[in-house]
């Protein structure tokens, strides 16, 4: 009989990381993708990009709809409760052998704490990590004391994941599967990328990348209006914004961006989604990122692309070498920050940089860990491991 694996994912950036583990999975003959789309995915608000796994020819077992349309406090606790109700009929219809999620959104709560009535293990990905301006950081951990089995991405988090009493024998660090990617998918030339995502072929591009911090209230324009006027600076950079995510104080992101592109068309474009081939060519051939995305953290390494952090969203993840990190959001430090990274020096030092979250291998040994692990009770009831 097959093993039952149900993977849910509710965003672009999610999905795109899941990709060679769905994929796995999915053509593996002693395994049954169940696999659930939820968030945003199922938003035209943030692009419908269910499509794009329908393009990638997976089957969706089912869609959970539970984004309310709206970015308030209130909307975003309501589409936990409404994301729980969805994802429990869902259990009960596929009585899935295993749970494979990822990170730290509030979707993927809502989808791990309804399975657990129905004492079904969880593997999670990327736990462990830290990112202390946003409410994932409590979600995240929170994943983590519900799942039985753990891939964080590198040492440090399989540390932090012991350090909460999980047991050792069931956390496995293969590095991060979102840069598998970067190995195994074939990603557009310079002319083809400009070509499809029509930009200025005589400006260098930087890459913007934006969420809001979820944990300082109201901050969301504020912070934005110090981003986009140390933009306004770099007349010679064409920016390429991707939306935020369904987050509180996204709208308010997404809307100023917008029209600051709708002012100066000459400065930049902004896309709901590019997809992953198109988003990591971009870094590929990007002078610089700037914004708190965690592709910033963890995939821009492996491009020697310099990135400027700014703020508290990806306060406590490892980072490389490449990034710079700016506290405070302020126009003058960030103006200072995006001369820093597109100087020859800068760029010169990133030279043979190593990317601390792995070579690019992990899907494999993932699905391989996800199918021949043992299911049974022994693995449902855990123990507090005290630590030595």
């Known amino acids: 009989m097959k093993r039952k694996i149900c993977v849910v994912t509710g965003t672009r950036a999610e999905y795109g990381i899941l990709y060679w583990i769905i994929k796995g999975i999915h053509e593996d003959p002693d395994l049954e993708l169940q696999l659930v789309v939820t968030g945003m995915h199922l938003s035209a608000e943030f692009g419908l990009t269910v499509k794009v796994i329908e393009g990638d020819g997976f089957p969706i077992s089912e869609r959970v709809e539970m984004l309310l349309s709206a970015d ?9 409760g409404i994301g729980m109700i969805g994802f429990a009929k869902v259990y009960e219809r596929l009585k899935p052998d295993l749970i494979t999620v990822l990170g730290d959104r509030f979707e993927i709560f809502a989808a791990v704490a309804a399975a657990v009535p129905f004492r ?3 593997a999670h990905i990327h736990g462990g990590e830290a990112t202390q301006g946003a409410m994932d950081e409590c979600f995240r951990h929170a994943i983590t004391k519900m799942s039985h089995l753990h891939f964080p991405a590198a040492g440090v988090y399989a540390k932090r994941i012991m350090q909460m009493g999980e047991n050792p024998e069931n956390v496995f660090c293969f590095g991060a599967p979102g840069l598998d990617n970067i190995r195994k998918l074939k990603l557009l030339e310079r002319d083809e990328l400009f070509s499809e995502l029509q930009l200025p072929e005589d400006k260098t591009i930087g890459v913007v990348t934006f969420h809001p911090v ?9 912070q934005m209006t110090a981003l986009l006027g140390a933009l306004r600076n770099f007349e010679d950079i064409y920016w390429v914004f991707t939306m935020p995510n369904a987050d509180t104080g996204g709208r308010a ?3 100023m961006m917008n029209n600051f592109v709708k002012d100066s ?3 930049g474009k902004v896309f709901a989604s590019l997809g992953q081939v198109r988003y990591l060519s ?9 914004g708190n995305s965690s592709s910033g953290i963890i995939e821009a390494p492996s491009f020697g692309l310099p990135v400027v952090n700014i703020g508290d969203r990806q306060r406590g993840r490892m980072r490389a070498a490449n990034v710079i990190d700016i506290e405070d959001c302020r126009s003058d430090f960030i103006v200072a920050a995006i001369r820093r990274a597109v100087s020859l020096d800068f760029r010169n030092l990133l030279k043979g940089i190593v990317n601390p979250y ?3 291998d992990a899907s494999d040994s993932i699905v391989s860990k996800i199918k021949s692990v043992g299911l049974d009770s022994g693995l449902i009831k ?7």
């Open 382 to 388: 855990k123990s507090f491991q005290e630590a030595v």
């Open 72 to 80: 308030t406090e209130a909307a975003v606790a309501s589409s936990m």
């Open 282 to 290: 971009l870094l590929k051939h990007a002078a610089l990122m700037v």
């Open 253 to 255: 992101i997404a809307w």
């Open 358 to 360: 792995g070579a690019g």
């Open 120 to 122: 079904i293990p969880i």
């Open 265 to 267: 068309p000459a400065s």
């Open 214 to 222: 979820t944990l300082e209230k109201d901050a969301a324009e504020m």
